[in-house]
């Protein structure tokens, strides 16, 4: 990860109060794009796992220790992009399901990656990747 | 009857219209069906009713090459042959098993599975299998689910099992046969030709026994029914039916290796289909496999994988398990254990893996064998691929995650692959003399009365294990058998 991404994620966790509250992606102060983050980073209870998990791919792959890179390639362009950003607000829920179905229709399209051998959609491991990314 | 070779006056000549050679799921197979009949049937059988290492010692040859079993630990050589020694795993080749792939050099049967279906069905009896059923969805039921895979590319299957030892299970039935008679420790080693104008065919098989006693049949017509290895052997000692080079050439067996873990997504998620598990006089065994359409679209050999042992979690896969966990089942409990995938794979027919004759000869004079097992990288590239394939339809199920642990390499294969015994192809059936050794109803091109039986006559196999159709062509070719003598 390089110094500036770091920054610019002490910024963003000082300003939205990431690690402490779930559902932070209303409060004023968050772009919706942050608000998007913050949410995608909600979706796991278990968040040492997926954090693990995204952390030995990002070390497999590191050209995809990227933030934007990771946001782009889960949201996959800019229309899932601003839908998102809006259920990141208003339908956390919402966003989720949107998610595992963008994770089970990865297998199908053969969008997958390999992680110790393990095939994996690209969601799930971007989803991880993107957790790990903070530290 | 039954008769002990040993005790036969030397230099006897025997006369039967039909002459078998090996007692094993194809010889007996054939005697039974030939039982009955207004002529007289001879099997001959190397061993006796009992394991016997001095008959045992007669199929020990090399092996050359990839690492394989010892040729005389793969075979058991006694009345009822390797169905002593079995697993019982039954279920018939699919279609497409017998089509001509354009994707798999060699391939294509004389015949399609229609036409071997009413011998399928026939062959369930004798092997005490259940009817002949083989739809995953027959046999599956609330405590017994199919995985839920929403897949074009990969179906759940299922296979009898029942390892029915043919010696104690038709030894009565052949001894009260009134037209045949068994003889034991009689071992074929070599044949008198008979000449007639164009028409070339066997004389006599000249047998002898270990104890040195020796003698002869005469017979109308012979089937070499003694193995995979032993039937191409005997052929090439003898010179038969080697006219284009094609004896012992295309040995294929089933690699089997464990090339996938699989990581549930959730704890809950039932096996027990995927388990052997009793019905009704026999055993089930489910697993998954290739769709006939995804073998089309991806140029993929016969392909099938059960469940073998679990295994512990590392750290990493205790981290995945969580996270598989939330993206397919939130709330539920995450996986423990990973399961590992035992593959059965079809070899693609290889005319550089084989059977050839080595300098040393056994105790009674005939060149033992040297097995050269090769696989291609047609095999790899379709093993590696079906993996890919399995992983993206546990996922899209979100019934869990594949490991896949094939290297990328054409050639590479895990250290611990081996075979599944299953000796198939060195006397391949075509009907074209320059593509096989046999015709397509098992007669040795050239030969007017010399048949093979058995899984060398194979010429592809699927990724079926062989004795269910081993014994179909064995009824089969007793049908042909019968009209030709009627």
């Known amino acids: 990860m390089t110094g500036s991404m770091r920054r610019r994620e002490f910024l963003f966790e000082f300003l939205c109060g990431l690690a402490a509250v779930p559902v932070l992606a209303a409060l004023p102060g968050c772009s919706r794009r942050e608000s998007l983050r913050v949410a995608l980073l909600d979706f796991f209870a278990d968040r040492d796992s997926a954090r693990a998990v995204g952390a030995a791919y990002l070390e497999s792959a590191p050209e995809e220790d990227d933030d934007e890179r990771l946001l782009r390639g889960l949201t996959g362009g800019r229309v899932r992009e601003a839908e998102w950003e809006a259920l990141a607000t208003s339908d956390p829920a919402a966003l989720y399901e949107q998610v595992r179905e963008l994770h089970r229709s990865d297998f199908a399209a053969g969008r997958t990656l390999q992680l110790s051998g393990w095939v994996l959609s690209e969601t799930e491991l971007r989803l991880c990747a993107l957790l790990a990314q903070m530290g | 009857m039954l008769h002990d070779a040993r005790s036969l006056p030397a230099a006897t000549e025997l006369e039967a219209q039909i002459c078998v050679i090996g007692a094993g799921a194809a010889g007996i197979s054939l005697a039974r069906a030939l039982s009955g009949q207004g002529f007289r049937v001879l099997l001959l059988e190397s061993g006796g009713l009992e394991a016997d290492p001095a008959s045992q010692d007669l199929y020990r040859g090399r092996v050359y090459g990839r690492n394989y079993f010892q040729l005389d630990v793969c075979r058991t050589r006694r009345f009822g042959g390797s169905t002593h020694c079995w697993h019982g795993m039954?279920?018939?080749?699919?279609?497409?098993?017998?089509?001509?792939?354009?994707?798999?050099?060699?391939?294509?049967?004389?015949?399609?599975?229609?036409?071997?279906?009413?011998?399928?069905?026939?062959?369930?009896?004798?092997?005490?299998?259940?009817?002949?059923?083989?739809?995953?969805?027959?046999?599956?039921?609330?405590?017994?689910?199919?995985?839920?895979?929403?897949?074009?590319?990969?179906?759940?299957?299922?296979?009898?099992?029942?390892?029915?030892?043919?010696?104690?299970?038709?030894?009565?039935?052949?001894?009260?046969?009134?037209?045949?008679?068994?003889?034991?420790?009689?071992?074929?080693?070599?044949?008198?030709?008979?000449?007639?104008?164009?028409?070339?065919?066997?004389?006599?098989?000249?047998?002898?026994?270990?104890?040195?006693?020796?003698?002869?049949?005469?017979?109308?017509?012979?089937?070499?029914?003694?193995?995979?290895?032993?039937?191409?052997?005997?052929?090439?000692?003898?010179?038969?039916?080697?006219?284009?080079?094609?004896v012992g050439r295309y040995f294929m067996d089933h690699p089997h290796v464990v090339a996938g873990a699989f990581l549930p997504s959730q704890a809950e998620l039932s096996l027990r289909f995927y388990r052997a598990h009793p019905e009704g006089r026999i055993e089930l065994a489910g697993y998954l496999t290739t769709t006939d359409a995804a073998r089309r679209s991806e140029q993929l050999l016969g392909w099938c994988a059960f469940l073998a042992q679990e295994a512990p979690l590392p750290e990493l896969e205790q981290r995945l398990a969580s996270v598989l966990r939330e993206m397919d089942h939130p709330g539920a409990q995450p996986a423990g254990r990973a399961v590992f995938f035992t593959n059965e794979l079809e070899q693609a027919p290889n005319p550089a893996s084989r059977v050839v004759l080595t300098d040393l000869k056994d105790a009674l004079g005939v060149p033992r064998p040297q097995l050269e097992w090769r696989l291609s990288a047609v095999d790899k590239r379709s093993a590696r691929r079906t993996h890919e394939i399995l992983g993206r339809?546990?996922?899209?199920?979100?019934?869990?995650?594949?490991?896949?642990?094939?290297?990328?390499?054409?050639?590479?294969?895990?250290?611990?692959?081996?075979?599944?015994?299953?000796?198939?192809?060195?006397?391949?059936?075509?009907?074209?003399?320059?593509?096989?050794?046999?015709?397509?109803?098992?007669?040795?091109?050239?030969?007017?009365?010399?048949?093979?039986?058995?899984?060398?006559?194979?010429?592809?196999?699927?990724?079926?294990?062989?004795?269910?159709?081993?014994?179909?062509?064995?009824?089969?070719?007793?049908?042909?058998?019968r009209e030709q003598l009627r």
């Not at chain 2, 792939?101 to 399609?112: A, E, L, T």
């Not at chain 2, 003889?183 to 026994?209: K, P």
């Not at chain 2, 592809?460 to 064995?474: D, E, F, K, M, R």
């Open chain 2, 90 to 246: 039954c279920r018939p080749l699919d279609a497409i098993d017998f089509e001509a792939r354009d994707w798999v050099p060699h391939s294509g049967w004389p015949f399609g599975l229609d036409a071997l279906l009413p011998y399928y069905e026939r062959a369930q009896e004798v092997l005490r299998l259940e009817p002949f059923d083989y739809e995953a969805t027959s046999w599956a039921r609330e405590a017994l689910p199919l995985l839920p895979l929403a897949s074009d590319e990969i179906r759940s299957g299922v296979f009898q099992v029942a390892a029915s030892r043919f010696g104690e299970l038709y030894r009565e039935e052949i001894e009260q046969a009134p037209n045949v008679d068994s003889f034991l420790f009689a071992n074929v080693v070599g044949f008198d030709i008979d000449e007639r104008g164009d028409e070339r065919g066997i004389a006599r098989a000249r047998v002898a026994c270990l104890d040195g006693n020796a003698f002869t049949v005469k017979a109308r017509t012979f089937v070499l029914a003694t193995g995979g290895i032993e039937n191409a052997r005997l052929l090439l000692a003898s010179g038969l039916g080697n006219q284009h080079d094609l």
């Open chain 2, 393 to 481: 339809a546990l996922g899209a199920a979100g019934v869990g995650r594949l490991q896949i642990m094939f290297s990328e390499d054409e050639h590479g294969w895990p250290p611990e692959l081996g075979g599944g015994r299953h000796h198939m192809g060195t006397t391949r059936m075509h009907s074209d003399p320059k593509q096989g050794v046999v015709d397509p109803d098992g007669r040795v091109h050239g030969l007017s009365n010399l048949y093979v039986a058995g899984s060398s006559v194979f010429p592809t196999s699927g990724a079926a294990n062989p004795t269910l159709t081993i014994v179909a062509l064995a009824l089969r070719l007793a049908d042909h058998l």
